[in-house]
């Protein structure tokens, strides 16, 4: 479904992966490994080499927008540009569903974001992108900021995007929640990816 080959950058050794339909990838690794840069070049954030295809169909032939609309990178520090919280989210009706399920009240969507605590603006973030239904969610530790109930229910939707047929590579740092949600574990040392343990 996703296919990663021979893509690289400064600080990125030759990297290929096959991920399939509903299929999540956890890499880990120390800070510093190369795991951000990694996950910015799958979503032709940053300039870099190599190609990747998305059901057969090559990056170089998605117009930018919609490549990143498909494969979405979500930020370990998600970014605010305006100062409402609503303006981030296009549909309103379908966001104030969805908050709740994240442990944030609906009126959340009336906030300014200057008040939002790492939590809520993480989880927030997190709720942005899943509205937008990715293929691909390309994931740089979600849930970092996060108290053990808020942990769970992002795993919880992200769980149900998985039996949905979403493919997510999710960076961590936490080794339970790689085993709690990933097929398979790749780690990341000084830019170079192997198999976890090998």
């Known amino acids: 479904m996703l296919s990663i080959q021979g893509l690289t950058r400064p600080g990125i050794q030759p990297f290929s992966l096959d991920i399939e339909a509903g299929e999540c990838v956890a890499l880990t690794g120390p800070s510093g490994a190369g795991k951000t840069l990694l996950l910015r070049a799958i979503a032709d954030l ?14 170089d032939d998605f117009i930018a927008p919609a490549w990143r609309r498909a494969v979405s990178y979500l930020a370990a520090n998600s970014g605010w540009w305006a100062d409402g919280v ?24 009336t906030w300014r974001v200057a008040r939002l605590s790492t939590g809520e603006r993480q989880r927030l973030a997190f709720a942005r992108l899943a509205l937008v239904s990715p293929r691909v969610m390309l994931l740089d530790e979600p849930t970092s900021g996060l108290d053990t109930e808020a942990v769970e229910r992002v795993e919880t939707m992200l ?3 998985l039996a949905a047929g979403t493919t997510i590579l999710l960076v961590t740092h936490a080794a339970e929640q790689a085993r709690r949600l990933a097929d398979r574990q790749l780690q990341m040392i000084d830019g170079s990816v192997t198999e976890a343990g090998a």
Do not use: K, M, T, W
């Not at 940053?46 to 990056?59: A, T, Y």
């Not at 303006?87 to 009240?105: K, M, Q, T, W, Y």
């Open 159 to 161: 769980g149900q995007r």
């Open 86 to 109: 609503g303006v981030h989210f296009p549909d309103h009706d379908r966001a104030a569903a969805l908050l709740p399920e994240l442990g944030i009240a609906a009126d959340a969507l």
């Open 46 to 59: 940053d300039p870099n080499r190599g190609s990747v295809f998305l059901d057969r169909v090559s990056r």
